[in-house]
């Protein structure tokens, strides 16, 4: 997983945006749209376990472990829109969470710059270099 974490402040700009794109667009296609094709063969319920293997699957550039965890978390995010009736809980999750990875990632292998913020202890904030 190393190679997809942001290393520069540019690429950690582009990676949040990527996380928002990539919260809306795969849970409109995952949640939303494959959801709704196979649910029509299979019932709702085997559906969201098809489609949350399907989600593992395409994350399989993450290794094995990788294709696990994301398909719990696609089988999580499938019962979110199967209990709200709405994709855009999930949306907002799944970019949190790809947020939140990359922000981490950042924190642990970027160019980033230590800054003491008040009562707060150490945090990682993005130079301002391109």
Do not use: N
Request: glycine share 12%; charged share 10%; with cysteine.
């Amino acid at each position: 997983m190393e190679f997809i974490i942001p290393r520069s402040a540019r690429e950690y700009r582009w990676f949040q945006a990527l996380s928002v794109t990539a919260g809306v667009c795969e849970e409109l296609l995952y949640r939303g749209f494959l959801t709704w094709v196979v649910a029509a063969y299979v019932g709702t319920w085997a559906a969201l376990f098809i489609v949350a293997v399907m989600f593992g699957l395409g994350h399989a550039y993450q290794g094995p472990t990788g294709i696990v965890k994301t398909g719990v978390v696609g089988l999580v995010l499938g019962c979110i829109v199967l209990a709200s009736g709405w994709l855009i809980p999930a949306m907002i999750i799944h970019a949190m969470i790809d947020s939140a990875s990359g922000i981490a990632g950042y924190a642990v292998l970027g160019q980033a710059t230590r800054h003491l913020a008040p009562d707060h202890g150490i945090i990682d904030l993005p130079t301002s270099s391109p």
